[in-house]
């Protein structure tokens, strides 16, 4: 469920340093030399990818929200810790492959995404075919997806989603925080703490995109 809309979301990020305001011409320079670069695609909050830059530093970390609203908590937060190493960009994950260049990236979260039931909608899933295609783009050779979710039938869509299109499998599971390895340093979002605290099972896979690069 998405936040209500609140007044003055838009006029916050417009003003904010910590938004950036024209990413694009930062395409293929959001790193330096031997930097690792992490996306979160629908950060919602910031909680997940906040934890993350302030226990890593050394490596870029961007968050990427739609919503005004939601994003506008997570503005709050950075002007508070003010992370330096985190970089905050209000669009539409359509864009991300105009935003970042080929291999630049080397993680992609996507972190209990709108499920979009609909099959009328299916293009518009986070985990689709679409979509995949932009994440292989600006992955680098080693790079991956990291996909959490307590939408079975999302989990389910996306885990063939994902083989459909080549993509190496490289974990999974279906009850995350019973799973003694892939819940090691496990970094909840608020979303997940409301659902596993309900007793969800959360769901989880991690993905690598096929060698050869689409161009």
Same mark, same amino acid.
């Given at each position: 469920?998405?936040?209500?809309? =609140?007044?003055?979301?838009?006029?916050?990020?417009?003003?904010?340093?910590? $938004?950036?305001?024209?990413?694009? $011409?930062?395409?293929?320079? %959001?790193?330096?030399?031997?930097?690792?670069?992490?996306?979160?695609?629908?950060?919602?909050?910031?909680?997940? =990818?906040?934890?993350?830059?302030?226990?890593?530093?050394?490596? $870029?970390?961007?968050? =990427?929200?739609?919503? /005004?609203?939601?994003?506008?908590?997570?503005?709050?937060?950075?002007?508070?810790?003010?992370?330096?190493? +985190?970089?905050? $960009?209000?669009?539409?994950?359509? +864009? @991300?492959?105009?935003?970042?260049?080929?291999?630049?990236?080397?993680?992609?979260?996507?972190?209990? /995404?709108?499920? %979009?039931?609909?099959?009328?909608?299916?293009?518009?899933?986070? @985990?689709?075919?679409?979509?995949?295609?932009?994440?292989?783009? =600006?992955? /680098?050779?080693?790079?991956? &997806?990291?996909?959490? @979710?307590?939408?079975?039938?999302?989990?389910?869509? #996306? +885990?063939? /989603?994902?083989?459909?299109?080549? %993509?190496?499998?490289?974990?999974? @599971?279906?009850?995350?925080?019973?799973?003694?390895?892939?819940?090691?340093?496990? &970094?909840?979002?608020?979303?997940?703490?409301?659902?596993? #605290?309900?007793?969800?099972?959360?769901?989880?896979?991690?993905?690598?995109?096929?060698?050869?690069?689409?161009?």
């Amino acid at each position: 469920m998405r936040l209500k809309h =609140i007044k003055g979301a838009e006029e916050a990020m417009e003003k904010s340093p910590f $938004i950036i305001q024209n990413p694009a $011409i930062r395409k293929g320079q %959001w790193k330096n030399p031997g930097q690792k670069l992490f996306l979160e695609i629908g950060m919602g909050k910031g909680r997940f =990818i906040m934890q993350k830059a302030a226990a890593d530093p050394d490596n $870029i970390y961007i968050g =990427i929200e739609k919503y /005004s609203s939601v994003m506008l908590r997570g503005l709050q937060k950075q002007e508070e810790l003010q992370l330096r190493n +985190l970089y905050l $960009i209000r669009m539409n994950a359509e +864009l @991300t492959d105009e935003i970042f260049a080929e291999g630049e990236a080397d993680v992609v979260y996507l972190n209990f /995404s709108d499920p %979009w039931p609909k099959d009328r909608h299916a293009k518009r899933r986070l @985990t689709s075919p679409e979509f995949l295609q932009r994440y292989r783009k =600006i992955l /680098s050779v080693d790079g991956r &997806v990291e996909f959490k @979710t307590d939408n079975m039938p999302l989990f389910e869509y #996306s +885990l063939e /989603s994902f083989k459909g299109c080549g %993509w190496e499998i490289v974990s999974v @599971t279906r009850d995350l925080h019973a799973d003694p390895i892939l819940s090691a340093g496990n &970094v909840m979002t608020e979303y997940e703490e409301r659902f596993s #605290s309900k007793g969800n099972p959360i769901a989880k896979l991690v993905a690598r995109p096929p060698h050869e690069r689409i161009k």
